[in-house]
């Protein structure tokens, strides 16, 4: 782990003191900004110094060739990039001739703040020049929630110790450099300069680059236009020129101590799968245009309000540590802005904070980022759902190419095509199927959008729920087992009956029937017939779910408790993560976990275990867990809490609120872990908030670590607001409206009514037993560390 950044402590912001050149590409994702369409990494306006310049459209990628060193049936041709598109956020400064570069001259002052209630990146500067002259730049930028196309900037700078001449150059950059995203030239030809220019326009203040891709022939167009203003006793004079990769309005102003130059940087991005120049130009002009109309203050406000309707409801409140409070509302802000107008795309394991995982889309989607937006943000969980809907012919293509019935999802994807060249860890990992069926029945449930379950959830349920069926096999026992596959855990690989795997195909399967039969007409347009429904809910029952009774605790899959275990004493702390370090046969063959996997399965099919069960699991595998994912202790935190460790719920959680902002993996500077974000907010309501959905409703078991003393949160359910106010020794239930709402805190059934508050006293923690030990060297950060002046 580096350093970390002493970024200041604030409830509703983030900010730092000094450039930070020496961690540039942690700040730049870390201050990045996105609506769920369009992503700007958090570079410094004037481009340079950078690590890695990012502009991003979702969706948007080249294709580029899968070297494999032995080919073989079934892997895919062609792999998937995120790629730049035209970079708008540039505006270069020249004081008398001399550019403004934190790297010359004197910086007096430098301060930025992400604020997550406003929605923007605010930058100060006091900066003198090689030559002495000072001036004082102030920029605000915002990615906005409101016009989804549209990215803007107010830039001003301002004369303070004497008379300057000023030349302010505002860009469109295209093909701008990734970083290496594979070591095979292959892949770094097609990946370098993959914009091929359709046309650059020009007129007045205004210019627009138009581009396709090489490869996957997509179309982009980047418009700009500005405002300016100037306060000094000459009027700015501006000028515009474009070529294919560039475009650049110069704006030059000659200001008196104390005048200053506004340029208000107004910008339009769209793609398209057509590539044509004129249309595209017309609905990005067109998008600068509305934005220009409504001008700088309405697209602030527009963004504070939507804000605004977010965190009305998403709101976690922490007492008891300032920096978890921010911590929290950091990871709220940067899924909220993954997700805002992602309409029918994906969001990716990144977001559009980084080129990471070369922007692809995992399972995590569905199963660490959806289950917070589906109770806090509905519309942006539907519309992701939506997007793999809009997926399914691939999916099916896919699953026809293997042998089997049904849909096989993509383990990683842009476009809904398989990217993935390893098929250990992709495509076996069929759990991802059940994933994404679970976060539809998940949706369903907290909504009850009926409208979407038949337009879209049915046919995923039915799809997968077929490949279920055609991928097990039944034993002479009655028996249905699911052999050959990949869990959530990537060191084991190729196993027979996962149980993760197996409980979650077995909701799938229960879900698809449901569904079915409640939808009769929609499951027979799709060839759904009685027999057809009855035999997923006989599978359902007979899957088989291995159990150790020597050891007393589920297996991950069968056999996984007989292997010989890892040699932890003898790994080395720096031979971690341990796939950089040992090849993947060996770790295949050892008891050995990545990431929570059984463990995941006790919180995502908690009925289908005892309080007993649990317990003895998670005291089984957490000597064995080394959690070299991400994923991880969200997971471990909500497990710890239910079964009574407290104390290593909190350090979990603590781990979790830093990975990023401390950057605990040393890898964020590829962009933030969407996933592990939206496990903080997991470890929050699920683990300290004991909140689970089950065949009897919604069931909320609250308790508090000792360092915390209160835990305020929100959830949105069939239209309704229910608010948690958590302390030590009782929680208040609060209904926002509408009829009344049925919940269970611990064991008891509470009617709660709109308005009225209801108040219910905690419960006794089970008593756990020893704290369970980790792998030498592996504990989770212990929260006093993590949160330490």
């Not at 249309?279 to 109309?293: F, H, S």
């Not at 059940?434 to 909504?447: E, F």
């Not at 399965?601 to 089984?620: D, I, N, P, Q, S």
């Not at 990023?660 to 500077?669: A, K, N, V």
Request: glycine share 8%; net charge negative; hydrophobic share 40%.
């Amino acid at each position: 782990m580096t350093r970390p950044l002493p970024f200041d402590v604030a409830p509703w912001s983030i900010g730092l003191s000094g450039p930070g050149l020496s961690a540039l590409a942690h700040l730049e994702s870390v201050f990045a900004l996105s609506n769920g369409h369009l992503g700007w990494r958090g570079n410094l306006d004037e481009g340079e110094p950078h690590s890695t310049p990012g502009s991003y459209l979702n969706g948007f990628y080249e294709r580029h060739p899968m070297p494999y060193a032995e080919g073989g049936y079934g892997y895919p041709d062609s792999g998937e990039s995120v790629i730049n598109v035209p970079d708008g956020k540039i505006i270069r400064l020249l004081v008398d001739d001399e550019p403004f570069d934190v790297r010359r001259g004197r910086v007096i002052r430098h301060e930025q703040r992400l604020d997550f209630r406003a929605g923007t990146l605010h930058r100060e500067v006091e900066w003198a020049s090689p030559a002495g002259r000072m001036v004082q730049v102030t920029s605000t930028r915002l990615v906005s929630l409101t016009h989804r196309a549209v990215a803007a900037v107010r830039y001003e700078v301002r004369a303070v110790d004497g008379p300057v001449t000023l030349t302010v150059q505002s860009e469109l950059v295209a093909n701008e450099p990734l970083t290496e995203v594979h070591h095979d030239p292959r892949v770094k030809d097609a990946l370098t300069d993959p914009l091929d220019s359709l046309g650059h326009f020009q007129l007045g203040t205004a210019a627009t680059l138009v581009h396709v891709t090489r490869e996957s022939g997509l179309g982009v167009a980047v418009a700009m236009n500005h405002v300016v203003a100037g306060a000094g006793s000459e009027a700015p004079t501006v000028s515009t020129e474009t070529s294919p990769d560039l475009a650049r309005t110069t704006i030059r102003a000659r200001l008196d101590p104390g005048e200053r130059l506004e340029v208000v940087k107004f910008v339009g991005h769209e793609w398209s799968t057509s590539p044509s120049a004129p249309a595209l130009r017309d609905r990005a002009e067109a998008a600068v245009a509305e934005a220009l109309e409504a001008g700088w203050d309405a697209l602030a406000q527009g963004q504070r309000e939507r804000l605004d309707e977010y965190w009305a409801c998403a709101d976690v409140e922490v007492e008891g540590e300032p920096r978890l409070q921010q911590a929290v509302r950091f990871a709220l802000f940067h899924v909220f802005q993954a997700a805002a107008r992602a309409e029918v795309r994906s969001i990716p394991g990144k977001g559009l904070t980084g080129a990471g995982y070369q922007g692809h889309t995992f399972w995590d989607s569905e199963m660490f980022v959806l289950p917070l937006l589906t109770v806090t943000a509905p519309e942006c969980a539907e519309q992701a759902l939506r997007w793999r809907h809009a997926t399914l012919d691939h999916a099916r293509e896919r699953a026809a190419q293997l042998g089997l019935e049904g849909a096989a999802f993509s383990w990683r994807t842009i476009s809904g095509r398989e990217s993935s060249g390893y098929w250990p860890a992709s495509m076996i990992a069929f759990h991802l199927n059940a994933d994404i069926a679970a976060a539809v029945m998940g949706y369903v449930r907290a909504t009850g959008d009926e409208a979407f379950e038949r337009e879209a959830g049915l046919e995923i349920l039915v799809e997968t729920a077929r490949l279920w069926v055609s991928l097990g096999r039944w034993d002479d026992a009655g028996l249905f087992h699911i052999d050959g596959v990949t869990g959530p855990d990537e060191y084991s690989a190729m196993v027979d009956d996962n149980v993760y795997t197996n409980l979650m195909a077995r909701a799938n399967l229960d879900g698809a029937a449901a569904a079915a039969r409640r939808h009769r007409d929609v499951a027979h347009a799709l060839g759904v017939s009685d027999e057809e429904i009855g035999s997923w809910t006989v599978t359902a029952a007979a899957l088989a779910i291995p159990f150790d009774a020597e050891r007393g605790v589920h297996p991950q899959s069968a056999g996984f408790t007989e292997r010989e275990r890892w040699s932890f004493d003898s790994t080395r702390p720096e031979q971690y993560p341990l796939q950089s370090h040992f090849p993947y046969f060996d770790l295949y063959r050892k008891q050995v976990v990545k990431q929570a996997d059984l463990v995941l399965a006790l919180f995502t099919a908690h009925e289908a275990f005892t309080a007993e069960e649990k317990a003895r699991a998670l005291t089984y595998y957490e000597p064995l867990t080394v959690r070299d994912s991400s994923l991880s202790a969200g997971a471990q935190a909500v497990i710890a809490a239910e079964v009574g460790h407290l104390g290593l719920a909190a350090d979990y959680l603590a781990e979790a609120a830093t990975l990023d902002l401390d950057d605990l993996q040393g890898d964020t500077e590829d962009g933030l872990h969407l996933a592990s974000l939206a496990s903080l907010w997991m470890a929050l309501t699920a683990g300290l908030g004991g909140m689970r959905h089950g065949a009897a409703g919604l069931r909320f078991a609250p308790r508090l670590p000792s360092r915390l003393t209160r835990l305020r949160f929100g959830i949105r359910v069939q239209g309704r607001t229910l608010h948690l106010d958590i302390a030590p020794d009782a929680t208040e239930y609060r209904l926002s409206a509408g009829p009344p709402l049925t919940v269970h805190h611990f064991d008891e059934e509470i009617v709660l009514e709109a308005g009225v508050p209801t108040i219910a006293p905690t419960r006794p923690a089970p008593d756990p037993g020893p704290r369970p030990a980790q792998p030498p060297g592996r504990s989770p950060r212990a929260f006093d560390a993590a949160f330490a002046d």
